[in-house]
C-alpha cells in the first residue's frame, strides 16, 4: 500500500499519529526520500512525494493498491492482453522487487508487485493495518472479467447478502469487494479504495478530524459486518478505517 502526496512530512505525522505506524526513511536523491510505515517492526504501508511530472498530468494525493504476482513482466502483458493500458512497464525497485502500473479496462488504477528482498506487507489483523480493498467502479462487469482472469480472483455475491455486493475472494481468503454500479456516486474515478483495521472507528474519524483530514461518508455500521468511514488525509489522499462486527 504505497501513498503518494504533496507533503510528505506533514502525511508522515498525520498517519503515525492516528495509527500508530513508525516511519524509517531512505534517500532516493539529493532531496528526495521514500519513507516505510512499520507496525510492531512489520511494514504496513510506505510513502514518497509526488514527482513534478505527476503533478504535471494532474495526478492527486492517493493510496496506490499493489497487487502481488510471480512474474510482474508476464502479468503486465496479460493486463493488456485483457484490455488494460500500462502506464509504467515493468522496472526492478533496486533489489526489493519489480513492479508496473496498471490502468484496468474501467480506469481504475493499481501497482502490480514482484516481490525480491521485500515481499510486502507483513502487518496484518492489528489496529493501523490494511485490511480490505474496494473496486469502486461503474462497469462492474468489465472489472469482474478483467480481474478474475488476471489474479485468479473469484468474485461472488455472498450467500445470504442481497445488496449486489461482490465478494474478492484470493484462493480461500476474501480480500475485498466490489459494491454495484448503482451505489456508485455518479461521476466518480473508479478507482481502488483501502481500508485500514480500527478497533474503534468513532474515535479514529474524530482523530483523524483533529488531524486535519475531512470525512467524506460516515461513520456507518453494516449489520453482522462492521462500522466503517471514507475519510481524505489533509493532503486530500482518500481512504477509509473499518471496524469489524466479529470479535
Not at 77 to 96: E, I, S
Not at 108 to 116: E, H, I, T, Y
Not at 206 to 218: C, D, L, N, P, S
Amino acid at each position: 500500500m504505497e501513498l503518494g502526496t504533496t507533503d510528505q512530512s506533514a502525511a508522515k505525522k498525520f498517519y503515525t499519529d492516528l495509527f500508530g505506524w513508525t516511519v524509517e526513511d531512505f534517500p532516493m536523491g539529493p532531496s528526495e526520500f521514500y519513507s516505510m510505515f512499520r507496525l510492531d517492526g512489520k511494514d504496513a504501508a510506505a510513502g514518497y512525494t509526488l514527482r513534478k511530472d505527476q503533478l504535471d498530468m494532474g495526478v492527486p494525493p492517493h493510496w496506490m493498491l499493489y497487487i502481488a504476482t510471480a512474474d510482474v513482466d508476464a502479468s503486465a502483458r496479460r493486463a493488456v492482453d485483457l484490455g488494460g493500458t500500462v502506464l509504467m512497464p515493468p522496472f526492478d525497485v533496486m533489489d526489493a522487487g519489480r513492479m508496473a502500473v496498471v490502468k484496468d479496462p474501467t480506469g481504475a488504477v493499481f501497482s502490480l508487485w514482484q516481490g525480491k528482498r521485500n515481499a510486502g506487507v507483513g502487518a496484518k489483523n492489528i489496529d493501523g493495518a490494511f485490511c480490505w480493498a474496494d473496486l469502486i467502479t461503474k462497469d462492474v462487469a468489465r472489472a469482474r472479467e478483467f480481474y478474475s482472469n488476471l489474479c485468479g480472483w473469484s468474485l461472488e455475491k455472498g450467500e445470504h447478502d442481497s445488496s449486489g455486493y461482490l465478494h474478492i475472494k484470493n484462493a480461500d481468503e476474501f480480500i475485498g469487494g466490489m459494491p454495484p454500479a448503482e451505489q456508485v456516486p455518479p461521476n466518480i474515478t473508479p478507482h481502488w479504495q483501502l481500508y485500514f483495521q480500527t478497533s474503534d472507528c468513532d474515535r479514529s474519524v474524530e482523530k483523524a478530524e483533529r488531524g486535519g483530514a475531512k470525512v467524506y461518508f460516515g461513520p456507518m455500521s453494516m449489520e453482522n459486518v462492521g462500522r466503517f468511514a471514507v475519510v481524505a488525509d489533509p493532503q486530500g489522499a482518500v481512504f477509509s478505517v473499518f471496524q469489524s462486527a466479529r470479535k
